[in-house]
């Protein structure tokens, strides 16, 4: 059995342990994918500075003396980009669910360094698809955490003034959604600049968006 070590870019480091050396790539990529919470889309695995195809073997970079297997591991949002932009609606709540679940520092660091995820999480939220714009609202706020808050309610708040009440109640949920801390007391706080924008829709036309601010 082979135990296998990923260094990232950023510095961090993964150990599987327990492989058998004849996993194919897209096997092993499935792996780490369930481990960091990005779709292997997102994942190259690189040695001796030669990026692996998905026709490899882990057989073929393990040592002949049976040292661990050490790779590279770069990961990218790029794949998830793609999926928003160009997949069908299965295919983008799926991206918009794996985003909304960001529970490792390697795909935190992936989504923070890249400015066009914001961009497409943002086109979901003009959809007309109410399921689509509700994962994207979970979708950037989930990403406001990796420090993406002030750019999450530049984007929310452009939303407000949509001809669609829809989608003005989708901006309001989001930046419901941003924003909370707690005080001392354990009561919630949120900033007044947030307050203000949900206020201004308290006179919305619509009253499932009055009743969303």
């Given at each position: 059995?082979?135990?296998?070590?990923?260094?990232?870019?950023?510095?961090?480091?993964?150990?599987?342990?327990?492989?058998?050396?004849?996993?194919?790539?897209?096997?092993?990529?499935?792996?780490?994918?369930?481990?960091?919470?990005?779709?292997p889309s997102c994942l190259q695995l690189v040695a001796d500075a030669v990026e692996l195809d998905d026709e490899a073997w882990l057989a073929d970079v393990c040592p002949k003396n049976?040292?661990?297997?050490?790779?590279?591991?770069?990961?990218?949002?790029?794949?998830?980009?793609?999926?928003?932009?160009?997949?069908a609606r299965s295919t983008k709540l799926r991206a918009l669910a794996c985003l909304a679940n960001l529970h490792?520092?390697?795909?935190?660091?992936?989504?923070?360094?890249?400015?066009?995820?914001?961009?497409?999480?943002?086109?979901?939220?003009?959809?007309?698809?109410?399921?689509?714009?509700?994962?994207?609202?979970?979708?950037?706020s989930a990403v406001a955490t990796t420090g993406k808050e002030c750019v999450v309610v530049a984007a929310a708040s452009k939303l407000l003034g949509h001809n669609h009440a829809g989608i003005r109640g989708t901006a309001v949920e989001l930046l419901g959604s941003l924003g909370k801390s707690t005080c001392p007391q354990g009561c919630t706080v949120v900033p007044a600049a947030i307050v203000d924008m949900v206020s201004s829709r308290l006179d919305d036309p619509s009253g499932s968006v009055r009743e969303a601010a």
């Open positions: 059995m082979v135990r296998l070590v990923l260094h990232t870019l950023s510095g961090a480091t993964l150990e599987l342990v327990g492989l058998d050396p004849y996993t194919s790539l897209p096997d092993l990529k499935d792996l780490i994918a369930e481990r960091i919470g990005l779709p049976g040292d661990d297997v050490s790779l590279t591991l770069v990961i990218s949002s790029d794949g998830l980009c793609s999926d928003l932009e160009h997949g490792t520092q390697c795909a935190e660091s992936a989504v923070c360094h890249n400015e066009h995820i914001l961009d497409c999480i943002v086109s979901c939220l003009v959809m007309l698809d109410t399921e689509l714009r509700r994962a994207a609202v979970r979708a950037l």
